[in-house]
């Protein structure tokens, strides 16, 4: 069935390394795709979302993969810092609807910064 | 620009009690509105999402329900809580692909 998944559910970086988050998803008809950082006791933030037609899109210290070959998804966290502590979840729509009918979220991945 | 509210913040209810969380967004019009549910330590699940002022479609089977009153309103409701009820209750709003959360309600049903 149509799913999306994370590989780990935490990942620990030093304070100034870089962060790589990743997610496999199963829908090859999904047409774009989202990553959502959310901290503790908050809804989800949207950070940066991608479309199929494209492998890369970079934001502002963040950089989003897209591998359909392999159905694999990444987001990178450049310079990590204190604040970006919070879980990831990558996202994409459900069905066929262009999401107008809801997302379907991973697990997420737990991201602890150490000083 | 756009914003989303959600309360209350935190609810404590007793099993067998009725349950009325509210939503609204402001700053955009005809918003396509969902409810996500989230377990401690756990994903998003979706619990209804409508498209429409009294359009609403439901994803899973349960006691909870949903209504939408007006354009920018999405109530979720019950009539009688269970314990499996608690939880943190997101509303989201989209008009193209992108979904904005609200601050959400945590649940306690005891």
């Known amino acids: 069935g149509e799913s999306v998944g994370l590989h780990l559910p935490t990942l620990s970086v030093q304070e100034g390394d870089n962060s790589i988050i990743n997610c496999a998803y199963s829908?090859?008809?999904?047409?774009?795709f989202i990553w959502y950082k959310q901290e503790s006791g908050k809804g989800p933030q949207f950070i940066i979302d991608?479309?199929?037609?494209?492998d890369k899109r970079q934001g502002q210290r963040v950089t989003v993969l897209l591998n359909k070959t392999v159905k694999h998804l990444s987001l990178q966290i450049a310079a990590t810092q204190p604040g970006d502590s919070a879980v990831y979840f990558c996202?994409?729509?459900?069905?066929?609807?262009?999401?107008?009918?809801?997302?379907?979220f991973g697990k997420g991945t737990h991201l602890i910064i150490q000083p | 620009s756009q914003t989303i509210h959600q309360w209350p913040a935190t609810l404590v209810q007793p099993v067998g009690s009725p349950l009325s969380l509210e939503c609204t967004v402001e700053?955009?019009?005809?918003?396509?509105l969902y409810w996500y549910r989230q377990a401690a330590g756990r994903g998003l699940q979706l619990l209804f999402y409508?498209?429409?002022?009294?359009?609403i479609s439901s994803e899973v089977p349960q006691n909870l329900s949903a209504s939408r009153p007006q354009d920018r309103q999405f109530i979720l409701s019950s009539k009688k809580l269970l314990l499996s009820d608690s939880g943190f209750y997101l509303c989201?709003?989209?008009?193209?692909?992108?979904?904005?959360f609200g601050p959400g309600t945590r649940l306690t049903v005891l």
């Open positions: 989201a709003w989209s008009v193209l692909f992108e979904q904005f």
């Open positions: 829908n090859s008809a999904s047409d774009y």
């Open positions: 991608i479309r199929s037609n494209m």
């Open positions: 996202a994409e729509p459900k069905g066929s609807g262009g999401g107008a009918d809801g997302l379907t």
């Open positions: 700053g955009t019009s005809n918003p396509n």
């Open positions: 409508s498209v429409g002022i009294g359009q």
